[in-house]
């Protein structure tokens, strides 16, 4: 069974501070990895998307790939209050045929 | 670009009825929609893919005769909750992909079941 596993926090960051969010996943055919974060009732939004080993940047957010350790990062550089949500890591095995396997979320608190 | 709706936002019905979620992509063509549920304090977990013009495949435990999907056209799918329970309210999600890889999510449908 495909898992994927994330801290559930909270984690509390101060503004202006570089907040990293971690996540591990089981299967290693998995092929393509996403951040999403979600604010309390809404759905999720995609942050950021990876699919080779490395890091991908897009403004104050990189993500980091490891594919030999199965292991998928978030790092959010300076830190905003309304970064504050829930970061959810899903990973997806094949094309666009297959659905998302998401872990539980990791809380993130932005102290002003 | 990318935008999916999800319609109605909330819904309450009695126990015993049924429901009828839409998921919309309204600027592109989704050949493939899902649909997730998730509980409170819950994550996502996927119940069903949605193809255009063929039947639904659905994840295990989740009962495709209760849970009814139909993808009538490339920008439409719909969640039929049939005979619904308490124990099915949710927070019922669709998303579409756009391209192969990135899924794109709708806003959502609280399902109360009393």
């Known amino acids: 069974q495909k898992e994927v596993e994330q801290n559930s926090g909270p984690l509390s960051v101060p503004e202006g501070a570089i907040a990293s969010l971690n996540c591990t996943y089981s299967?290693?055919?998995?092929?393509?990895f996403f951040w999403y974060r979600q604010y309390s009732g809404k759905s999720p939004e995609l942050i950021m998307s990876?699919?080779?080993?490395g890091d991908k940047e897009d403004g104050r957010f990189t993500a980091q790939l490891n594919k030999a350790s199965q292991y998928v990062s978030l790092l959010i550089r300076d830190s905003q209050p309304s970064d504050s949500a829930t970061y959810l890591c899903?990973?997806?095995?094949?094309?666009?045929?297959?659905?998302?396997?998401f872990g539980k979320g990791t809380h993130l608190i932005i102290q002003p | 670009g990318a935008v999916v709706s999800q319609h109605p936002s909330w819904v309450i019905c009695k126990s015993g009825t049924s429901v009828k979620i839409e998921c919309r992509s309204l600027?592109?063509?989704?050949?493939?929609m899902f649909w997730y549920r998730q509980f409170p304090k819950q994550s996502l977990m996927l119940m069903a893919t949605s193809n255009e013009g063929s039947k639904a495949t659905y994840e295990q435990g989740v009962e495709k005769d209760k849970f009814l999907i139909n993808h009538a056209s490339l920008t439409l799918s719909t969640l039929t909750v049939t005979s619904a329970h308490p124990e099915d309210s949710s927070f019922y999600i669709c998303?579409?992909?756009?391209?192969?890889?990135?899924?794109?999510f709708g806003p959502g449908t609280r399902l109360t079941v009393t």
């Open positions: 299967d290693r055919g998995s092929q393509s």
């Open positions: 899903a990973v997806k095995s094949g094309g666009g045929a297959d659905g998302l396997t």
């Open positions: 600027d592109f063509q989704a050949t493939t």
């Open positions: 998303s579409a992909v756009e391209g192969v890889w990135e899924q794109y």
């Open positions: 990876i699919y080779s080993n």
